[in-house]
Nanobody, 124 residues
Framework: QVQLVESGGGLVQAGGSLRLSCAASGRAFSSSAMAWFRQAPGKEREFVGAISWNGASTYYADSVKGRFTISRDNAKNTVYLQMNNLKPEDTAVYYC?????????????????WGPGTQVTVSS
């Protein structure tokens, strides 16, 4: 069982940066791939990025590739999402999720645990 709590969201100007953190509890964290999703008002939840259990591999949605970086520190039970060059279309609630897999996955059905989300608002 993995319990997740996101933090670091807020209001930022377009072109700015934010770093989201996802604090995890539970011994299964270190063996789980992790992912970030987001959901904007009126839109479906979409995949943002994922990272393997040991941080050796990552995968990103095309919309954020080159701007966002996902990383993890298993010693701190924390996953990060560094967001640079933010755009207004990045505005959404961002969710951290723990996967049932070891490798990066994009499917919501593969996620066994979700955080409550943190709001990111990018103004133009």
């Amino acid at each position: 069982q993995v319990q997740l709590v996101e933090s670091g969201g807020g209001l930022v100007q377009a072109g700015g940066s934010l770093r989201l953190s996802c604090a995890a509890s539970g011994r299964a964290f270190s063996s789980s791939a992790m992912a970030w999703f987001r959901q904007a008002p009126g839109k479906e939840r979409e995949f943002v990025g994922a990272i393997s259990w040991n941080g050796a591999s990552t995968y990103y949605a095309d919309s954020v590739k080159g701007r966002f970086t996902i990383s993890r520190d298993n010693a701190k039970n924390t996953v990060y999402l560094q967001m640079n060059n933010l755009k207004p279309e990045d505005t959404a609630v961002y969710y951290c999720a723990a996967s049932s897999r070891y490798l990066p996955t994009t499917a919501q059905a593969d996620m066994r645990s979700w955080g409550p989300g943190t709001q990111v608002t990018v103004s133009s």
